[in-house]
């Protein structure tokens, strides 16, 4: 084994033992409450896993994408989720890479330190959805500040940052050449932001996921916290987002493989006709698949990943990745609910928990259309269809 290989084992089974602490019953008992994972949530911090993709310089593990999807299965592996945080460890990526050196000395240290976290990326409205370039939210420069209009949706983990970063219209669509330009990334400060000018209201939905809907009244956010140039908002929104695919397949596989283990586990130990049910080749096959296709788009995980890492260009891989991976971990889904028969659907057996989880990727934080949508117009040469 190569020094990478057992680094990865390693870190694997340090994420195992410490996920070993917070076995189903502490997932069932915060999904019936719709309650946030808080212990969880530090025990990650202070092992440092959230710090991952902080360059050592600024007080991170200066780790790659690779390692952090190795951490993010394993969560997911293990019957947990990462959701509550995942996003503490690529958020920061759009400041690392474009923002000020005065803005990465303030805030990556701390946040690598886990004493600010930064977790929450507005970028989704109501009225818009999908066709982000035509989002309303209006923040218009006044001397030093900006002062932000508008409303955002689906806003996760807001209520559980310090910092979030909001992606705002700077210049009318009508004034601009192309309707990608003249959006800009803010950095709001929610510590000071809550009940001056900023709102925000929690979302109930059908798996324990604390999101919300973000209100912004004539916000005011000092000029110093834009990110990068003004207008240039919706490049840095999709630099960020191979990092962010490829992470979100990564627990797909760990949803995957965990639904797989349980219901062969399963499938081994129910009789019914005398036989084990996992004897009957009907009960097999569902499995058997779903087992095949969560190992290939583990694969393309793997591979985007390390395209990312060399710093190749890696969207077609990112897009097929979490496209495989959320399919994958859906069927898997299927497939070991349908091995439990009834009992699939008894909270105590958890399956029906993380049922409700997976479905999630076939939607956030991006549709399989639009994936679809992307690879046949970006990689096929098709026609654009919207
Ligand atoms: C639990 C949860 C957490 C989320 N967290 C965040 C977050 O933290 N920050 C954030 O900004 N957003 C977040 N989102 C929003 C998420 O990114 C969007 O829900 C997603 O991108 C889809 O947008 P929409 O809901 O507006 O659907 P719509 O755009 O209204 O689409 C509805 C359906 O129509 C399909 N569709 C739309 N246009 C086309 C087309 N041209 N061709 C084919 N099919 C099409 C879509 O695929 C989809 O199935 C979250 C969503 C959820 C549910």
Same mark, same amino acid.
């Given at each position: ?82 959701? $509550? ?9 759009? #400041?690392?890479? /474009?923002?000020?050196? *005065? ?39 006044? !001397? ?10 689906? +806003?996760?983990?807001?209520? /559980? ?19 990608? *330009? ?27 996921? @604390? ?7 004539? #916000? ?22 191979? %990092? ?8 797909? +596989? ?12 399963? %499938? ?8 084990? +049910? !996992? ?7 569902? #499995?058997?698949?779903?087992? %095949?296709?969560?190992? $290939? ?7 985007? %990943? ?19 991976? @959320? ?14 028969? !009834? ?31 992307? #690879?046949?117009?970006?990689?096929? !040469? ?5």
């Amino acid at each position: 084994m190569g020094p990478n290989h057992e680094l990865h084992a390693e870190l694997k089974n340090a994420v195992a033992e410490l996920c070993r602490n917070f076995p189903d019953t502490y997932w069932r008992e915060l999904d019936a409450q719709r309650a946030y994972p808080g212990e969880f949530v530090d025990a990650l911090t202070k092992a440092g896993y959230l710090a991952t993709l902080i360059p050592e310089d600024f007080g991170g593990a200066g780790l790659g994408v690779t390692e952090a999807t190795i951490i993010l299965e394993q969560i997911h592996r293990s019957g947990g989720n990462a959701g $509550a945080c995942h996003a503490q460890m690529y958020i920061m990526g759009t #400041l690392l890479r /474009h923002g000020s050196s *005065e803005q990465k000395k303030q805030y990556l240290p701390q946040i690598a330190r886990g004493d600010l976290r930064l977790q929450a990326f507005a970028v989704s409205e109501p009225t818009t959805g999908s066709d982000t370039t035509q989002l309303k939210t209006f923040a218009v420069r006044k !001397g030093d500040r900006y002062v932000v209009k508008g409303q955002k949706i689906w +806003i996760s983990r807001a209520e /559980h940052s310090d910092l979030m970063l909001l992606l705002a219209r700077t210049t009318p669509i009508e004034e601009v050449k192309k309707r990608t *330009e003249g959006l800009s990334i803010l950095l709001v400060d929610l510590r000071t932001s809550v009940g001056h000018g900023l709102t925000i209201r929690p979302i109930r939905t059908m798996m324990n996921h @604390a999101t919300t809907e973000v209100f912004f009244d004539d #916000l005011e956010v000092p000029a110093e916290n834009l990110v990068g140039e003004e207008g240039q908002g919706f490049r840095y929104l999709l630099d960020g987002l191979n %990092a962010e695919r490829i992470l979100i397949a990564s627990e797909c +596989i760990g949803d995957g493989r965990w639904f797989l283990d349980r219901a062969c586990r399963y %499938a081994k130990e129910r009789v019914v006709f005398n036989r084990p +049910i !996992g004897q009957n080749q009907g009960v097999q096959f569902p #499995l058997a698949r779903a087992y %095949a296709n969560v190992e $290939a788009a583990s694969l393309m995980v793997s591979n985007a %990943a390390g395209l990312f890492d060399s710093h190749q260009p890696c969207g077609p891989q990112a897009n097929m990745a979490k496209l495989l991976a @959320a399919d994958a971990s859906w069927e898997s889904a299927n497939a070991a609910i349908q091995t439990y028969g !009834g009992f699939g659907f008894a909270e105590e057996y958890d399956i029906e928990r993380k049922f409700r989880e997976t479905r999630l990727y076939q939607v956030a934080p991006i549709s399989t259309n639009l994936i679809l949508a992307y #690879l046949a117009e970006h990689v096929l !040469g098709l026609p654009r269809s919207y």
